[in-house]
């Protein structure tokens, strides 16, 4: 029997540390096997190649966009380009100065440092990080009071290869230290066909094109959930088929795992249905519409509504939550006659 949690995580693109692991054997480990995102490719390629022309460290990088889409891929990828060794760690994890001046002062010359969710960094190491980004140094405070010291400690020339999915918060002296910033962008269903198909053969899965064609179409155009999907369409297969994932097979696996054609699942409907039946396509407010869907403010806020508004289904307003016709036809339902809120466009209730 399926556990409502394997559930609700089944299209969620945050992975947690056990699925990263899981993750690690499929991820591409060059700029030629990193497929989707050719533009951000190419340009990061010309930034390497001419570092390494020069027999120098690249710019550091920053990388944006939302989660799943191949932002730590791209930092081993870097590291994996210039044959320099892979420090990791996270904006959450730095809390204090003295966390980030023992990281660096620990780096070695030419290595690539990879922080994800840096918008999440404490401000004191934020500054400190300012001045290790410019000049390649950190200044050690010692004593307190008056009579505290600032040593100044050089630290090797690195590359920082910063991640985050909220550009917007980070500060514009911190992103103006980045010499190349790439905005990873969703993966159309081609480039997902051709990941999941390596994605098969690393795993040993058997996978038509139709069937991968299946699986990317549901995936909302995020690698991360593609490759889930694919890991449990292949289970479904070697259980309940003769193991070859079909178009059919698919099917039928994604509807036992209550993801629908277009990559919702069941919050999703859950928070249309209750748009659209419950309040009579809205608007309505955001704590009511958690409470009517039993789930947390923050997870229809932070994990529903992101993908329902790029879907056109779903519209915030001052006023509250709607529902657009695409939402009430993707239920089966016939949307309403509705005039248009203030500050919306007609043609959009049409």
Known sequence: MLHEDDLAGLVRPVADPEE????????????????????????????????????????????????????????????????????ISSGPAIQHAGDLAAILSGLVEGEVFFLDEIHRMSRPAEEMLYLAMEDFRVDVVVGKGPGATAIPLEIPRFTLVGATTRAGLLPGPLRDRFGFTAQLDFYDTEALEHILHRSADLLGARVDAAGAAEIARRARGTPRIANRLLRRVRDYAQVRADGWVTRTIARAALELYEVDELGLDRLDRGVLDAICRRFGGGPVGLSTLAISVGEERETVEEVAEPFLVRQGFLMRTPRGRLATPAAWRHLGLAPPTVVSPPGVAPDLFT
Do not use: C, N
């Open 20 to 87: 990263r692991a899981a993750e690690s054997v499929l991820r591409p480990t060059s700029l030629a096997e990193f497929e989707g995102q050719a533009r951000v490719s190419d340009q990061l390629g010309l930034v390497l190649e001419a570092a390494r022309h020069r027999g120098g460290v690249p710019d550091h990088v920053l990388l944006s966009g939302p989660p799943g889409l191949g932002k730590t891929t791209l930092a081993m990828i870097i590291a994996g380009e210039l044959a320099a060794p892979l420090r």
